[in-house]
């Protein structure tokens, strides 16, 4: 029976992302921020590892980017650029930059068309919520070298992930009670053992630097604070 209940639920999670139909929101209106300024003043990380050209944002090194503000409740608009190999990541509601592992929520960027990636668990791959959930929808992103668009809604333990105009995730945290096995039973990465149910819903949003030895690019970075 409980077998029969999880089917259900998955077939209606299925047909709810099915037919969902979202579009990237117009950043130009006076709500939205910058992520950063343009010469990065307001932004948390080791000099010279992070740079900004033409308005594109990358690291020589696999060092995290972080906002100094926190936030709680907003919609996080971006778009990135993988190259060959890529293994990236935007991290949400960090309550702790200095061992943010556990301590945050981490969305999945990968190069999910390379030889690495492509073989790796699907909870590893673009979209996903990192070790916790895969995307609903795989292989939305585009392939290296081309530019992609995530819009990330954070409200509450509620998270939803929009790339390049599908809706490919979404996560209540609540339901993540242990730090050992996700709610499907499958395993949680060792180093990611606090239970997301006990996070805060309020932190630094960062970015995954050059990871695995394959850059990363990020460009438009917008954010809207909720109510």
């Known amino acids: 029976m409980n077998k029969i209940l999880l089917l259900i639920g998955c077939l209606l999670t299925s047909l709810t992302f099915a037919q969902t139909t979202q579009k990237h929101p117009k950043t130009s209106g006076k709500d939205w921020k910058p992520l950063f300024a343009a010469d990065l003043s307001d932004a948390g990380f080791p000099k010279e590892i992070w740079s900004v050209e033409n308005g594109v944002l990358t690291a020589t090194e696999d060092i995290p980017i972080w906002t100094k503000k926190t936030y709680k409740n907003f919609i ?67 392939p290296a070298g081309e530019w992609n668009r995530y819009t990330i809604t954070c409200q509450g333990k509620h998270i939803t992930v ?38 805060p819903n309020e932190g630094n949003v960062g970015f995954q630097g050059k990871h695995a030895g394959a850059p990363i690019y990020f460009r438009n970075m917008k954010i809207k604070e909720l109510k």
């Open 162 to 199: 929009l790339l390049n105009g599908q809706l490919v995730n979404e996560i209540d945290m609540s339901q993540w009670t242990s730090g050992k096995t996700n709610p499907d039973g499958s395993a949680i990465p060792n180093w990611l053992s606090k239970p997301w149910a006990t996070l």
């Open 76 to 142: 996080l608009d971006l778009e990135f650029k993988t190259a060959s190999g890529t293994n990236s990541g935007v991290f949400v509601y960090c309550s702790d930059t200095a061992n943010f592992i556990p301590n945050s929520v981490e969305i999945q960027i990968a190069d999910d068309y390379s030889e690495q990636w492509s073989k790796a668990p699907a909870s590893w791959q673009c979209a996903a919520f990192f070790g916790h959930k895969p995307a609903v929808r795989p292989k939305v992103v585009k």
